[in-house]
């Protein structure tokens, strides 16, 4: 019998894997309380939070043969992530609300951080290929170069008021395209 105090949290669950409850109660037992705090700040509902972390656990140990896990800590902070998000999605704020979830679509703990900011980057550069190439230019002056709209109408020798007109088909074309990414994302997280 394996001294669990002794093992990483991914060797626990190397053993969960091969359905090793005693392994399952450890890593419950190190991780279970920061998940909650974690879900409290992001919810401010103690026992929401509460629910979330024990759906978290139960998943777990129902699906371990399937799991194929690298970083556990890092898979269960994105659970948290996910299920925080759904709460969200089944309280139906409204897409322009995203913000106020903003540090939980980007956990700096989850594992996906770096592949959603690349899916994000992707995303961004395939729509300012779409834009009309007067309107990337002052997009690119205003929001990367930090240009004022009378900067960028001296510079491009346009009347401020194109350029406002511009800039704010941009943001509603942006904010559309993010929508969908957004909209796309949920769906797949949570359409089956």
Not at 32 to 46: G, H, R
Not at 59 to 66: C, G, T
């Amino acid at each position: 019998m394996p001294s669990y105090s002794s093992c990483s949290l991914d060797e626990l669950f190397g053993l969960i894997k091969e359905s090793d409850q005693s392994a399952f109660n450890e890593i419950y037992e190190r991780t279970w309380e920061k998940l909650y705090i974690t879900a409290k700040s992001k919810l401010n509902d103690d026992q929401l939070a509460k629910e979330i972390v024990q759906d978290i656990f139960i998943d777990l140990w129902e699906k371990r043969a399937k799991k194929e896990v690298v970083n556990i800590s890092a898979y269960l902070y994105q659970s948290l992530r996910f299920k925080v998000i759904d709460v969200y999605r089944r309280k139906k704020i409204p897409i322009q609300d995203i913000e106020s979830i903003k540090e939980v679509l980007i956990e700096t703990k989850s594992s996906d951080n770096k592949c959603l900011e690349s899916e994000l980057e992707v995303i961004l550069k395939n729509w300012m290929e779409q834009l009309p190439s007067k309107r990337k230019i002052i997009f690119e002056l205003y929001y990367w170069d930090h240009k004022s709209t009378k900067e960028i109408s001296e510079i491009l020798k346009l009347s401020m008021k194109t350029v406002q007109n511009q800039l704010l088909l941009c943001k509603i074309s942006l904010k559309g395209t993010v929508q969908k990414f957004f909209f796309i994302l949920l769906l797949f997280l949570f359409g089956s």
